[in-house]
């Protein structure tokens, strides 16, 4: 009868093993590491007490001999932001092809810092406290995931690992993976104008969002090449917020005309209007015609579809763990600042003015 597993006990040593299956430690060591210059019938000797002692090889410590653990660290601003878990996805996806592990530590940002991005420096130390904890894991290298476009600075130390700051950059050195913000506005806008509006609104983000000024002008851009130029009171500040944007929307329906085309920097801005022009007995797009962005899960309920822009979330995780293992490896060590193109996701919410 085996003796009682060890797991909850203390860590059997490759010597115990050795002296249980009657081998040498070498012979244990090359089951372990999948060598074939050793008998089928060993194998299994050596693999049953492996089985019945609970026995794990040290992983960090084999690694660390090796001066490379294969470990990644991925630092997150807060994982509750909805756009966080697809990124982390497409960075585990990579890790497992090629057979790296991570580690996530998640800053929980969210609530400290609300809608006032541009304050990261002020959870400086908190960041490198955490990023203290990874490094001290002899992670291989860092991948910094922000909550919101935007420059970050010099949030972190500068430390011997590298570094891919993905849903964000740095004016400093570092590489980092972005998505397109100005484009898919200008391609929204162009859009609009092809099926006749002439008369816009938008709703925008934070005034101190950097995509809110990329998106404004991918938008000024298209209707600067017809000649439009927006009117000071159809640009409202909805803060990225439904809540806020209903109460910054109504007075826009007070008025004697409405805008027939109303574009939202954000999917939850884009419904916040849907639901304040059915709440004045309108509807979309027959009276107002309304597109979002983000591709968020919000819009495929309710009526009609949104017209929106999907971001490449799980492609910039996957370009941003590629970008990083290349460094890790010495394939590719200079910095390099990708911005991945963005789609268009049709919807109905968009009707030709005749």
């Not at 059997?12 to 008998?39: C, F």
């Not at 969002?209 to 000071?232: C, D, F, N, W, Y």
């Not at 015609?289 to 579809?305: L, V």
Request: contains cysteine; proline residues 3%; hydrophobic residues 35%.
């Amino acid at each position: 009868m085996p003796e009682k597993n060890v797991r909850a006990g203390r860590t059997m040593t490759l010597k115990e093993i050795a002296e249980r299956a009657g081998v040498s430690i070498a012979t244990v060591s090359y089951v372990l590491n999948g060598n074939a210059q050793i008998s089928d019938e060993t194998r299994q000797k050596v693999e049953k007490i492996i089985k019945e002692t609970g026995y794990r090889s040290n992983i960090l410590a084999k690694s660390l001999r090796k001066n490379k653990t294969s470990l990644v660290g991925v630092l997150v601003e807060d994982v509750t932001v909805w756009h966080t878990a697809y990124i982390i996805d497409g960075i585990n996806k990579l890790a497992e092809e090629k057979g790296y592990h991570t580690i996530l530590s998640n800053l929980r940002l969210l609530s400290k810092i609300e809608s006032q991005f541009e304050h990261i420096s002020i959870f400086k130390d908190d960041i490198n406290k955490a990023l203290d904890v990874l490094l001290g894991m002899q992670v291989d290298g860092i991948i910094y995931v922000g909550m919101h476009d935007r420059d970050l600075g010099d949030v972190l130390k500068d430390i011997s690992k590298p570094v891919v700051y993905c849903y964000c950059y740095t004016s400093n050195e570092g590489s980092s993976v972005r998505y397109s913000n100005k484009e898919p506005c200008y391609r929204m806008t162009k859009i609009f104008l092809e099926r006749g509006h002439r008369d816009f609104a938008v709703l925008k983000g934070n005034e101190q969002s950097e995509p809110t000024h990329l998106r404004m002008q991918g938008i000024e851009k298209a209707l600067s090449e017809v000649g439009i130029q927006l009117k000071k009171e159809n640009i409202i500040e909805g803060n990225w917020d439904y809540h806020r944007t209903r109460e910054a929307v109504r007075p826009l329906f007070e008025r004697p005309h409405l805008p027939t085309a109303v574009m939202a920097m954000n999917d939850d801005m884009a419904i916040a209007v849907r639901d304040e022009v059915f709440a004045h007995e309108l509807r979309v797009p027959e009276d107002i015609s309304i597109s979002g962005f983000d591709n968020a899960d919000i819009t495929y309920y309710g009526s009609p579809k949104i017209y929106t822009v999907d971001r490449p979330l799980q492609e910039m995780g996957y370009k941003a763990m590629e970008m990083l293992l290349d460094k890790v490896n010495g394939s590719k060590q200079e910095d390099m600042n990708i911005v991945l193109p963005c789609k268009i996701i049709e919807g109905t919410s968009i009707r030709r003015v005749e």
